[in-house]
């Protein structure tokens, strides 16, 4: 199977070894990139989500994305990207924070498949769709969210198809999730390359041409390498310098509390059926993380009780 995706779109953690997301310049600063180390980022989604081999390559693109994009993010900065398709997966949602904090999740567990799966080219997967990122950053007075169509089914291609067109920045992104034969993920890594309005469009096509031959960066990574030393053998020669390392990792705000306030949001009607129906306790399960909250009756009956218009 294949392990990876790569694509450009053309246009005129932690420990020394953890997992990491880096910044850095090239060629004088015409080109910005950023390279994450995330396999253990990867596989606390898998554990967090119990998913498959299918479900964990899906997820897992979107995640090393995600963590790429957020490497511009500053202070209370957020991130979403979102997909909405037509195909098996249905859909799928991922966010980040400066501090390099990610969660995310899938429509669809397992995602339902008519026969064997072959290979890891999710087109058929997809089908038709839309991709969205939206941008909070801190003292914006509103959120900044574009929209593209799907147009390949190839979460590389379709990222650097989003930056060239919703934000007119030629981008290049490679995803990494190599398997073992038994399915699991050895490494996990990611790049992205973004060329800033002042390069030339030759050391583009040079840097497009690299990015479509790396070998697989999550090899590498399970190999031992850190991401400043691919950063610096794999552009030694557009004279490279690093900017900023931060760790990355999956993390989720939600806790109890949080998940009671929702409860208390719910139509009267529909909490009289919880208190009255259970089964018991009944369990709510976060979205995001997979983490789950169960609540007794006696729990459910107050916040009816709460909500009662006789209270």
Avoid at 43 to 64: N, Q
Avoid at 165 to 191: H, K, Y
Avoid at 205 to 219: N, R
Wanted: net charge neutral; charged share 25%; aromatic share 6%.
């Amino acid at each position: 199977m294949g392990d990876r995706e790569a694509a450009t779109g053309a246009g005129p953690g932690g420990e020394e070894r953890g997992d990491r997301l880096v910044s850095f310049l090239l060629a004088g600063g015409s080109v910005r990139g950023a390279v994450v180390h995330g396999s253990r980022l990867i596989a606390e989604m898998r554990r967090r989500h119990e998913l498959g081999i299918l479900e964990t390559v899906v997820l897992g693109r979107a995640f090393l994305g995600i963590a790429l994009m957020s490497s511009g993010l500053k202070g209370e900065d957020r991130l979403a990207l979102q997909i909405a398709c037509s195909g098996p997966i249905a859909g799928l949602s991922v966010e980040a924070n400066a501090a390099g904090e990610i969660r995310g999740f899938l429509e669809r567990v397992p995602i339902p498949l008519d026969g064997p799966v072959e290979d890891l080219d999710l087109r058929r997967f997809f089908g038709a769709g839309l991709l969205s990122v939206t941008r909070v950053i801190e003292g914006a007075r509103r959120p900044f969210t574009g929209r593209v169509d799907l147009r390949f089914g190839n979460l590389a291609l379709d990222l650097a198809h989003y930056f060239l067109v919703s934000e007119q920045i030629p981008t290049a992104f490679n995803l990494s999730l190599p398997l073992d034969r038994g399915g699991e993920v050895t490494g996990a890594g990611g790049l992205m390359l973004q060329a800033m309005p002042e390069a030339e469009e030759r050391t583009l096509a040079e840097l497009e041409g690299i990015v479509a031959a790396l070998p697989s960066l999550g090899e590498r990574f399970a190999r031992g390498e850190t991401p400043e030393a691919v950063v610096a053998e794999t552009f030694a020669a557009w004279s490279p310098a690093l900017l900023a390392s931060r760790p990355v990792a999956f993390r989720c705000p939600c806790h109890r509390a949080r998940i009671a306030s929702l409860l208390h949001l719910l139509p009267i009607q529909d909490l009289k059926e919880m208190r009255d129906g259970g089964p018991f306790p009944i369990e709510i399960r976060c979205r995001n993380c997979g983490a789950r909250y169960p609540f007794s009756r006696e729990e459910i009956a107050r916040i009816y009780g709460s909500r009662h218009p006789d209270n």
